[in-house]
């Protein structure tokens, strides 16, 4: 139980056009995801806070107008990088918790390359 | 707010030998303890958490952590690892339920790479 889906898994695009990566919990409904970025052998940085049907909470320093955050319903949410740049590239991965759930069930990433 | 430190950044062991991964803790609230396994290009696997009861938990793949709150760690042991093992390990805490709104957001230590050696 608890599996997080995303897509794409790997995506290339080119500097100045957009990418829209989903986030799906499969077997269970979740009102809150998480975004979070990850550098090369680095930790997880959380980007936003998803909460279905309201606006998503950013983190300080993260552009909500660069990255947009759409949770339309209990197992779907999606992050769109808008007008991406080669800084964009990066690995993305998303989160999903349960209602009254303590613990983050992860995706397994979607790895940006802006060329 | 919480914040991890994880000791260790790279830990090299050799196989079936036992395995330490430090991690220690700062919160002013209650707190909720995991760690989380990441292979190679891939997302955040659950290892095991601590949210109450004994201090003691054991998670998948023989993996055990003890809750140490007057040390404020918690501390990932296994008795004899697998070449499989081989991975990114991240410590994480996130405040309790009762804790100030913001707090519940899960904060990671750095991570440990762990290598293990034929």
């Known amino acids: 139980g608890a599996v997080v889906s995303q897509h794409p898994s790997r995506v290339i695009c080119k500097s100045g056009t957009s990418v829209k990566i989903e986030c799906r919990s499969l077997?269970?409904?979740?009102?809150?995801m998480f975004w979070y970025r990850q550098f090369p052998k680095k930790s997880l940085m959380l980007m936003a806070t998803s909460n279905e049907g309201s606006k998503a909470t950013y983190e300080q320093g993260v552009e909500k107008d660069k990255f947009l955050i759409n949770h339309a319903s209990l197992t779907l949410s999606t992050l769109t990088v808008t007008s991406a740049h080669p800084e964009d590239s990066s690995f993305y991965i998303c989160?999903?918790?349960?209602?009254?759930?303590?613990?983050?069930?992860f995706g397994p990433g979607t790895r940006l390359l802006v060329l | 707010a919480q914040s991890v430190t994880q000791l260790d950044s790279q830990v090299p062991v050799f196989e079936e030998a036992p395995v330490e991964l430090r991690c220690n803790y700062s919160?002013?609230?209650?707190?909720?303890l995991f760690w989380y396994v990441q292979y190679p290009n891939q997302g955040l696997q659950l290892l095991l958490k601590?949210?109450?009861?004994?201090?003691l938990v054991k998670g998948i793949n023989g993996f055990e952590a003890e809750f140490n709150k007057s040390q404020t760690s918690f501390h990932l042991r296994k008795p004899s690892v697998h070449i499989s093992d081989t991975a990114e390990y991240f410590c994480?805490?996130?405040?309790?339920?009762?804790?100030?709104?913001?707090?519940?957001?899960?904060?990671f230590g750095q991570g440990t790479r762990l290598t293990i050696n034929p």
């Open positions: 077997d269970f409904q979740a009102t809150t």
């Open positions: 601590y949210l109450s009861g004994s201090t």
């Open positions: 994480a805490v996130s405040g309790a339920p009762r804790a100030v709104r913001g707090a519940q957001k899960l904060v």
């Open positions: 919160s002013s609230v209650s707190v909720y």
């Open positions: 989160s999903a918790r349960p209602p009254g759930g303590q613990t983050q069930y």
